[in-house]
């Protein structure tokens, strides 16, 4: 049965102690999926996330003819085990130019970018498309240097849905600006050895570049003719559970196998429950940010987020959309620019709109472990990239945060089984 489209989160008591798992890194799975399809042998990968965005990527593999098994991963319900046999840089199928190859990429930004660089690399059409939103989300930076390879990109307006016209490797370099996502570089990286690119990075937007420095510490640690490669558990998804502890009690929540390899920027998050006067995007932390603007009316002092400005390209406009739903909640939030700035308040609960942003989602559950009332529209988005979230609220402690999820029509208790998002 599909969560209800409202829902409301009724705080639990502090448990004695909670240790909680996180799936693996989406940023992570997605790049190794695109590196394993390209590798010369078969590639297993343990802990890998299984959500929308990671589906998304490897139905698309399939459809373009890579042979990709998945399997139940035992250590963690929403990970899987996923084989992939790698054909060292050979994409087995293709369409013509009156009937492209359809490639669907939900609003998976990473399954839209990397599959428009890898896809190059074949021998005919492709046409990729998406969600509204992800046809409205940036794609000009990636395709112009596609075209700069001396591939052909149709695609109006430079955005999805997009034709590209696969050619096969060409040696060559390209200059690409990662002004508006980290994404547009990573896409040519992790092809650019088999394809033989060389590629350059222009307009260094530093709240990216941690995301470019993880597909490079990928591409060099990666099994390129085949074997196993673990992924780590998700930083930006483990930051609710960081939160949890700052809402519950420092000491009773942590969340097991925290990352340590540096890829995530996220993973400084436990270096934050304490706010700070100013935190920024650029510096500090990367999606997790929204996590701490969240629960920045707790603290006994004003908290600054600067450098906002990627959040507004993502899922939804993100800034906005802090800023009036925590407003919705009490809080005192001014937007100037690409910053917020957000006094002590005394927060009480409301229906919060999601914009279909499964950040959005988690954050405001999270924050609702401590504000009773807080009830959520379109809970299902969270499956984007997490979704089991509302299981590891609801479990019982050690392994959960004992938390009481209701239909927020009906007043019915939801039990675990109906926790999934769908």
């Known amino acids: 049965m599909p969560l209800p ?9 502090s448990p004695a102690f909670v240790s909680i798992t996180v799936p693996g890194s989406k940023s992570i799975t997605n790049r190794a999926l695109i590196l394993a399809a390209l590798s010369s042998g078969t590639v297993t990968l343990t802990g890998a996330l299984w959500s929308e965005d990671t589906q998304v990527m490897t139905e698309c593999l399939r459809q373009l003819g890579f042979a990709v098994g998945v399997a139940q991963d035992l250590a963690e319900e ?4 996923i084989q992939v046999e790698g054909l060292g840089g050979r994409i087995p199928k293709a369409g013509t ?8 990429v939900g609003n998976a930004g990473t399954a839209a970018r990397f599959l428009a660089a890898m896809v190059c690399l074949g021998e005919g059409c492709y ?54 996502s980290s994404q547009f570089a990573s896409a040519l990286l992790l092809p650019g050895k088999v394809a033989g690119w060389e590629v350059q990075i ?28 673990q992924v780590e558990p998700d ?14 009690g420092k000491n009773r929540v942590e969340v097991a196998r925290w990352p340590s390899s540096g890829w995530q920027v996220d993973a400084r998050y436990p270096d934050f ?43 939804c406009e993100r800034v906005q959309a802090l800023r009036t739903e925590l407003t919705k909640c009490g809080a005192s939030v001014t937007e ?11 927060l009480h609960g409301a229906e919060i709109e999601t914009y279909d942003d499964h950040r959005m989602a988690m954050c405001f559950a999270m924050l609702g472990l401590r504000i009773p009332g807080m009830r959520l529209r379109n809970p299902r988005c969270v499956r984007k990239t997490f979704p089991n979230f509302f299981r590891k609220l609801a479990g019982s402690p050690p392994f959960g945060l004992g938390a009481i999820i209701l239909d927020a029509t009906t007043g019915r208790v939801l039990p675990l089984n109906e926790l999934n998002a769908e």
């Open 97 to 104: 130019e009156s009937s492209p190859l359809e490639l669907y």
């Open 273 to 315: 429950l304490d706010l700070p006067g100013e935190v920024s995007r650029e510096s500090d932390l990367g999606d997790s940010i929204m996590t701490a603007i969240t629960l920045a009316s707790l603290e006994n002092h004003p908290v600054r987020f600067i450098d906002l400005g990627r959040l507004r390209l993502q899922e």
């Open 127 to 180: 046409r990729l498309s998406g969600v509204p939103r992800m046809h409205e989300r940036p794609q000009a930076a990636l395709l112009q240097a596609l075209r700069s390879l001396g591939y052909r990109v149709d695609a109006p307006g430079d955005r999805l849905p997009a034709v590209i016209h696969g050619t096969g490797p060409r040696t060559g370099a390209c200059r690409v600006s990662v002004a508006e």
């Open 336 to 346: 100037s620019g690409d910053s917020l700035l957000i006094r002590p308040s005394i």
């Open 78 to 81: 929403a990970n899987r085990v």
């Open 5 to 13: 489209d409202l829902i409301e989160i009724v705080p639990p008591p």
């Open 202 to 229: 222009a307009d260094a937007n530093p709240d990216e570049l941690p995301y470019v420095e993880m597909t490079c510490r990928l591409v060099e640690s990666f099994p390129h003719s085949g074997g196993n490669f």
């Open 235 to 248: 930083a930006s998804s483990g930051s609710y559970f960081w939160g949890a502890a700052r809402l519950m």
